[in-house]
């Protein structure tokens, strides 16, 4: 085996069997992006509602977190003031995706309280991928 080889397996073993949350109201991008994911060898929980998510995170160990910002009556932003609140949010690596309008600096914010990443909607799959596998390795 060629050293790029070894390296290629390498990167293709740690890519495996990473532990997803997915935190989104549409249900279409839930199933689009488990589905996707599953495919990938990765296993995907989810929950379309905020408080539901959030009990998750809370109850559960998870290798990345992906949180949608806009949801309806308990969204994106509370999860994360909740975590925060209970000092919680550093010991979860959450990417938050949104399409909502949303400032660099506002973003910049969220990962200075603690937020891991962000990518923003419409997202290419294959990139978000890529972020989610480097965000698990950090």
Known sequence: MSKTDKVKSKQEEEMKHLEILIIDDNEQITKMLTTFLELKEHK????????????????????????????????GYSVIKDLEENDMLK???????????????????????????????PIDIDVLLAKLVDTANL
């Open 44 to 75: 995907c929980t989810v929950a379309n509602d905020g408080k539901d998510g959030l009990a998750l995170v809370k109850e559960n160990r998870y290798d990345v977190v992906l949180l949608d910002l806009a949801m309806p009556e308990f969204d």
């Open 91 to 121: 010991n979860h690596k959450i990417i938050v995706f949104t399409a909502s309008t949303i400032t660099q600096e506002e973003l910049d914010d969220l990962v200075k309280r603690g937020v891991t990443s962000y990518i923003l909607k």
